[in-house]
Structure formats: C-alpha cells, structure tokens
C-alpha cells in the first residue's frame, strides 16, 4: 500500500484540505499528514524519517 506524505507549512486551504480528504477515504493508500507550525521546536527527525518511508510527498 503506497504511503502518501503531505507537509504543511501554513494551515491548509480549503482545496488541499480537501484532496487530503479524499486521499484518507480511499482505501488503496495511507496518507500521514506532518504539520511544521513556528510553534514549539519542528519534529526534524520525525520529518525526515517520513520523508524517507513514504512513496510520494506534498509540501504545501
């Protein structure tokens, strides 16, 4: 099952919201969602080791 990784830098927008929605309710993949927000300290390795498993990455 492909793992998909959407990185959000800001809060999502309606339309990405949306496709990541989508993305939850199908079956055929798993979608991890990894929000880097200015507060408190990045989760750098938690990232990266993320970035690494998954088959695809979005940042937005």
């Given at each position: 099952?492909?793992?998909?990784?959407?990185?959000l830098t800001?809060?999502?927008?309606?339309?990405?919201?949306g496709?990541?929605?989508?993305?939850?309710?199908?079956p055929?993949h798993?979608?991890?969602?990894?929000?880097?927000?200015?507060?408190?300290?990045?989760?750098?390795?938690?990232?990266?080791?993320?970035?690494?498993?998954?088959?695809?990455?979005?940042c937005?």
């Amino acid at each position: 099952m492909p793992l998909l990784l959407h990185v959000l830098t800001r809060p999502a927008d309606p339309a990405v919201a949306g496709l990541i929605e989508d993305q939850r309710q199908s079956p055929d993949h798993e979608v991890v969602v990894h929000v880097l927000d200015a507060e408190g300290t990045p989760a750098y390795r938690t990232l990266l080791e993320q970035v690494f498993a998954a088959d695809s990455v979005a940042c937005w």
